[in-house]
Each structure stands twice: as structure tokens, then as C-alpha cells.
């Protein structure tokens, strides 16, 4: 028998919907709403798709929670009409368990008191995720829930890569490494790249660059397993973002703190939510509208230059932990959807045997797709981003686990 299970995938500024019927992976609807919470140039919106149509309605979406009971309501529009479109389990990415969770997790009233503990960890994420989880289990406490989790496939990072300088005492009693994030959207273009290069996934060594509106990260994957990623023990840490600063040298921090008597509080909400894109070009934080603007705005050719030398720091040094990549990979909106990002980042990366073909590269509409040069010896791969496809995959064992 089927299982049909409804996936909701929060990002910072965005939460992806989908019905998939298991062992099948039948996709049954999906949605996404884009721009939550966002200051853009834009209005935010909600694309639905059902049986090969899609809606846009455009609305407020205030937070995540609008755009849940929203995406709640398209569904049941489908439901009233077509007896395919149910659901027998919700599944959530979460992206920061702490140490409480290491695996897909059915849902009690034990696992939501940890979860209330773990909220500060990813303070745009978790909240988010938590609230959905506590939506579900309001409305409708008949459907089992389960959760992925974000940060399991980078349960490998050597010690020597995931551990922080500081006082040993500190790192032990709070749990203090390096833990990265978007692991299940990696782990996903891991596979779909090596499908593609018709190679064993333990032969080959990538680099996969998650590229979002919302949050960003690069993973340095060794024949399987991941080595390093640019996120640390929060996702604060690593590429320029949205409101986000990533790196920066932390003696800024308390120069600030000192000269503007900030709190600790103060200095969370302007790294994590007043930085990255929006700092720098103050009109929006989406480096879409960043790159409509940088032909004419200064601020947003500085944005654009900031963003693309932050992806290239960290693609020369996991180059240079791989001993070179046999793949540089690119996915989500950013990185699928920008041949002008591709281009920026590939340019001048001759030396690490990267070649973008600029014909394939501009010409890329949808789908998995090679687009760098016949020499290029490390292949330049789009994979489209199904962060949802592997969210039930491993829903679905668990959801068969705990249903026998």
C-alpha cells in the first residue's frame, strides 16, 4: 500500500511543500512560497502545482506560518476534488538538533521539549521549523510526523576540520564544533552528479555549492562522505547570505558591542538578520534584485562582487582539500537559476581545471545539465534541487519502521 507523505522544507525565506507517494515517489502536488518575511522589491508569493498546472497568488506572507496555512488551504481546495491528493505523514527538514538527535525522528511530546531547547541554535530556522511542527501537530494530532535533519550527512567532518580553538572545557560542556548544514540538499546533488558522470558515488570527489535566496553553503564531499562545510556550529558562519554576514573577524563583534552597548541579543539579530545582502545593498536582501541593479547601482556591483569572491575563497580551499574535484556542482534558485553567478564564479579558475562552456551556461533552462568545456577536467554540473525527494526517502523508512 502507499503512504503519501507531505514534506514542508522551511528556508530562511522560503518554505517548499509536497505530497510524494512512497515506495513510488510519485509527486502528487508541490509548492513553494518565495520572499517570507523578506524586505524586496518584490511581492512575495505562493506557486502551486497540481496535476501540471500551477497557480501564483500573490500575497502577504508576513512569516512562515502564513504561508503554511496557506499552502494548507491549497491543498484542501485539491483534496475536495481528487481522493489522491491525502496524506498519511508530515515530514520536516529541521536544521540544528544539537546533540539530541542524529537520525529521522517520529514526533512525541518528548522530542518537541528537546526541541524547544535547541531553538537558539539555528535562530532563523529552528523557531520556524519548531512552529510548523506545533501547527501540524494543533491541527491535525491524527497524522504521525516525522523529522530529517539537516546536519546528519555531515556527521563525517574529520575532528580536525570540525573543531573550534578554544578552551577545551568550553567545546566539551556545550558541544561547541563545526556542524554544517543543507546536508540532505548536498547529499542529493552528491547523487545526482555522480548519476550524471556515470560514476560510483565513492569514486568521486565534489564540490557542491547550495546557492539559495536565503541561505548559502559549500560542501567538500570525498567519495561519499562529507569532509568540510562552510556553515559551522550555527549557519551563521561561512558565505555572504541574505541578512546574513558569514565570516568576518569577530573583533568587530566586540568592537561593536563596546561602542554601542549592545546586548548579546542586539548583536545576533544584526549578524543574522541585518547583514549579508541587506547590509550592503540596503534596498533589499535578495541578491536577485542585487542583480538587476548591479549595471547601475554601485552598491548592488559591490553586493554582487562581495557575494561571488566569498563562493570562490571557499571553492579554492576545498579544491585544495580535495586534491582537486572530479565535479563542482551547482543547485537551488541562486545556483540554478543565475548563468551570471556561474559564470562569475567559474571565471578565471583555469588553474583547478575548471572550463565553463559560456554557450551551455547561458542556454540552461531546467534539468540536470554538464555545462562545462570538452577539456574542462573537473565537470561543471547543474543539479536541480529535491531537497523533498530525499526528505521522504528517508521519512518513509522511518515512517514503515514505526508503523510495524
Known amino acids: 500500500m502507499s503512504v503519501n507523505i507531505l514534506m514542508f522544507n522551511c528556508g530562511s525565506t522560503s518554505l517548499r511543500y509536497r505530497i510524494i507517494s512512497m515506495p513510488g515517489e510519485t509527486e502528487i502536488l508541490a509548492g513553494k512560497a518565495e520572499r517570507i518575511g523578506m524586505k524586496t522589491q518584490e511581492s512575495a508569493l ?5 496535476r501540471g498546472r500551477k497557480r501564483t497568488i500573490t500575497m502577504d506572507l508576513p512569516d512562515h506560518a502564513a504561508a503554511f496555512l496557506k499552502a494548507m488551504d491549497l491543498i484542501r481546495e485539491d483534496a475536495a476534488k481528487d481522493p489522491e491528493v491525502r496524506f498519511d505523514a508530515f515530514a520536516h527538514r529541521y536544521v540544528h538538533p544539537g546533540s539530541y538527535f542524529t537520525k529521522t525522528t517520529k514526533v512525541d511530546k518528548i522530542v518537541l521539549r528537546k526541541l524547544k531547547d535547541t531553538l537558539e541554535l539555528a535562530p532563523i530556522h ?39 580553538a578554544l578552551p577545551a572545557r568550553l567545546t566539551k560542556k556545550y558541544g561547541l564544533k563545526k556542524v554544517g548544514f543543507h546536508g540532505i540538499s548536498h547529499e542529493y546533488a552528491m547523487q545526482e552528479a555522480c548519476k550524471l558522470l556515470g560514476s560510483a558515488v565513492k569514486e568521486q570527489r565534489i564540490i557542491s555549492c547550495h546557492l539559495s535566496a536565503g541561505g548559502s553553503s559549500i560542501c567538500a564531499i570525498d567519495r561519499g562522505k562529507s569532509i568540510n562545510n562552510s556553515m559551522g556550529f550555527t549557519p551563521l558562519e561561512g558565505l555572504i547570505m541574505n541578512t546574513r554576514s558569514g565570516d568576518l573577524d569577530l573583533g568587530t563583534v566586540f568592537y561593536i558591542m563596546s561602542r554601542e552597548n549592545f546586548s548579546a541579543d542586539d548583536i545576533e539579530t544584526i549578524l543574522n538578520k541585518k547583514s549579508g545582502i541587506l547590509g550592503i545593498f540596503k534596498y533589499s536582501s535578495d541578491l536577485r534584485d542585487v542583480i538587476k541593479n548591479m549595471e547601475t547601482d554601485p552598491a548592488a556591483k559591490m553586493a554582487f562582487s562581495m557575494y561571488v ?22 543547485t537551488d534558485d541562486i545556483g540554478m537559476g543565475f548563468p551570471v553567478v556561474r559564470r562569475a564564479v567559474c571565471e578565471g579558475l583555469g588553474f583547478y581545471g575548471l572550463e565553463l562552456d559560456q554557450e551551455k551556461n547561458t542556454a540552461y533552462v531546467d534539468g540536470l545539465a554538464d555545462i562545462s568545456t570538452t577539456k574542462s577536467q573537473t565537470r561543471i554540473i547543474i543539479v536541480p534541487i529535491n531537497e523533498e525527494l530525499m526528505i521522504a526517502r528517508q521519512a518513509y523508512k522511518a515512517y514503515e519502521k514505526t508503523s510495524t
Open 46 to 50: 505562493i506557486n502551486h502545482y497540481y
Open 126 to 164: 529552528n523557531p520556524t521549523s519548531y512552529k510548523l511542527i506545533d501547527l501540524c501537530d494543533q491541527h491535525f494530532p491524527q497524522v504521525q510526523q516525522l523529522i530529517v535533519f539537516d546536519n546528519s550527512f555531515h556527521s563525517t567532518i574529520p575532528k580536525e576540520l570540525s573543531t573550534y
Open 309 to 330: 569572491k566569498r563562493v570562490r575563497k571557499y571553492i579554492s580551499f576545498y579544491m585544495l582539500l580535495l586534491k582537486k574535484a572530479d565535479a563542482l556542482v551547482f
